[in-house]
């Protein structure tokens, strides 16, 4: 599994809709990648002026919507992460 360090997070995609409303299948070159995911690992905060650590927000388990083009995709036993700032999460999901 992914350890981040510092005030990143590791977020597992929710999987995309391949299939409309409406019943049509569409191929993986025509769906989008989602902008939520489910936080699977964070790191211990960022490193603050005086030595402390701040707090991360978000919680291991929580579903949670980020920018459309935030972060860095890795790839781990088949499985597809995305790395985010902490600062990267718009929204917890509830």
Known sequence: MLKPIGHKIVV??????????????L??????????????AIGNGRLLDNGERAPIEVNVGERVVFG????????????EYLILDADEVLAVIE
């Open 12 to 25: 597992e995609r929710t999987e995309e809709e391949t299939k409309t409303k409406s019943g049509i299948i």
């Open 27 to 40: 191929t993986e070159s025509a769906t989008e990648k989602p902008a939520e995911g489910t936080v699977v």
């Open 68 to 79: 459309k083009f935030s972060g860095t995709e890795v790839k781990q036993n088949d499985k």
